[in-house]
């Protein structure tokens, strides 16, 4: 059994509104010390296969296909056995 | 200037149905050899300040007064100096 990490991270030059409202909230509470806040997703799956290098390249499809969204989002992810 | 790197994930008795419903296009797509998937958020924060410690107790309020909900959510963060 493997478990792939994947962290799914808008693009640095597309807007993030929802980090912008985020950011906005905290601003409002007294946090004045926030810049900038991206946010993004974070995955966990476990998968039914011990063979890593063929999961590498079974997670990066299902990045690609559907975890994010490749024209406004980046992606990594990492595997480690469980 | 610190980063603070935030993990919001569900707790693990709560049910993810976000993650259920990747989970199952998941499947539809063929990759069956995935098991629970847990969807959770990741945020990146720019603060503006140098003392680590004075932005550890910060970033723990932030999280338990907005970013988390805490009934259902856990959280763990990460500050690195940029």
Redesign the interface.
Known sequence: ?LKATV???IKQNVLDVQ?SA?QG??HS?G?D?????????????????ADRSE?EA?VK??CE???ANTVIEDYKYELQAV
């Open positions: 059994m962290y799914v991270t980090g985020v909230a905290l509470m946090f010390e926030v810049g900038s806040v991206r946010i993004g997703k974070y995955l966990e799956l476990q998968l039914n296969t999961a079974r499809a299902m296909k559907l975890l």
